[in-house]
């Protein structure tokens, strides 16, 4: 009990809701074919995923494309099921689709943002853009018609090859990549361990008017589906803080997963947020997937 208490104690301290930035509008999507291998035993078998980076004029939101249009089906299916209710009571599953990790850049202010995510709450860690020495070479591509220019340069570990693109002149890119003069389009490491295989571009459609309720009255379930994707900025209804500490929580996490679920919900309680019908199974979590080969890995001495 006094360890929980603790670990309450720890997470209402940093119970702050996080000051948003200055929002930006989306005015191109670029896809990408995600491709890690986490496992160097089961090569074959890499990680792959739908990602995509919506850019603006001043910043950038690199989110997983395959939760997006799954969030998108959930929304539908939820409003049908509630039509056909009689009585409005809705009993749906909603599964966890593609990761929840999101990465906002804002190249002006170099800040970046991380968006992720520990049991019940979203957290946002903020953060400086890495500085990465790029060598730019006189190499050029054509991907979907964008003019591109190619790059070197060693980040986290590994060494990059990026294609970028001057006619779309932000400086950012998928994930943490960053710091070229154009949009990062393509990229991958030496030995195609961690691979943004460029997918696509389409010009930002803008979002059409909302006829569904407001995110306080939505049903739980569906809060947070409802955000203008094209609308860049830090997300709400996420706790600020730091990449130091978001370790330490993730760690106690790791150690007691029991005893933090209960801290969170018994914290988001006592800070006025709704954590009905909330189950917290007992014993170990699920195993996750095994990662001897993580995307940032240590330097060499």
Known sequence: MKKQLLIAVALLGTFITAEAQKPDTARVLVHYKFTHIRDTTNRAHPYTENMVLYVGKNASAYRSYDGIVYNAQFKKAY??????SPDGNVRINRRGVGTPVEYYQYPNEQKLFTKDNLMFNNYLIDGQMPAIDWKISSDTATFSGLHCQKATGHFKGRDY????CPDLPVHTGPWKLNGLPGVIVDAHDAKNEVVFKFDGVEKAVPAPPKTEPAAADAPPILRGLDDDMNLIGTPPRTI???QKEFDKLKATMEKDP??????VVAGNRAGGVKMDNI???KGPGPRGPV???PMELPEKR
């Open 79 to 84: 409003a049908e099921a509630a039509a056909a």
């Open 161 to 164: 090859t990026a294609w970028f």
């Open 240 to 242: 600020k803080t730091t």
């Open 258 to 263: 029991e005893a933090f679920a209960q801290a």
């Open 279 to 281: 189950r917290i199974a």
């Open 291 to 293: 990662i001897n080969n």
